[in-house]
């Protein structure tokens, strides 16, 4: 049996202002890790990093769900003096 994946709304606002080929990378990692742990392999991982983008994860054995709590952007948690370089 495969694991659900659930994106909290937060997560879902900033996936959608991702250019559509990280969006694809991170998709992929996604499903990889729901593969890797519905086989039952213990992925031990809390975060999927892809490009500039960082997933953060909350996986429920017990519900067989994980749950795509934050992404992260460089970009977007650059500090604010980064740009005046």
Known sequence: M???IQVHPEAGSLLQTLA???LLRLGR???DLAEALASGEDAGTSEVRVDDCVMRL?????HRLLEVIRIEHRDAVAPAWAGAL
Request: hydrophobic share 50%; no cysteine.
């Open 20 to 22: 559509s080929h990280v």
């Open 58 to 62: 909350v996986v429920d054995h017990a």
């Open 29 to 31: 990692a996604l499903a």
């Open 2 to 4: 495969s694991y659900r």
